[in-house]
């Protein structure tokens, strides 16, 4: 879940809370009913946070999960990379002592 969507649903979340809290507030209700009222509407939201949570939670677990694989292939194929570049370089460099080798022995003659 990218950041901009938790904001945007704890900004409705919030709202809603709000929202609900406000009308309750406002409604021709004994105080009891009210109470009775605004306790459902914060006992509702919270489960409705926990569980939104709970799904970022798992959302995050798996984007990250699937970062880590992702970086550990590109690991692996940098790494298989390095091995083949070093491999040339070492064949080069044993061509050009090789190289060297012939052009000494020539020089001793």
Do not use: C, W
């Not at 406002?26 to 009222?37: E, I, L």
């Not at 984007?63 to 970086?71: H, I, P, Q, R």
């Not at 790494?79 to 570049?85: D, G, I, T, V």
């Amino acid at each position: 879940m990218s950041n901009n969507t938790g904001n945007v649903l704890t900004a409705l979340l919030t709202g809603a809370v709000v929202g609900a809290g406000i009308g309750i507030l406002y409604a021709p209700d004994k105080g009891k009913k009210t109470r009775k009222k605004i306790k459902k509407s914060a006992v509702k939201a919270k489960d409705d946070l926990a569980q939104s949570l709970h799904n970022a939670k798992d959302e995050f677990s798996k984007t990250a999960d699937a970062k880590k694989v992702e970086f550990e292939e590109k690991l692996e194929d940098t790494l298989s990379n390095m091995s083949y570049k070093a491999d040339d370089i070492l064949v080069a460099l044993e061509k050009k002592l090789e190289d060297l080798r012939e052009k000494n022995a020539q020089l001793q003659k």
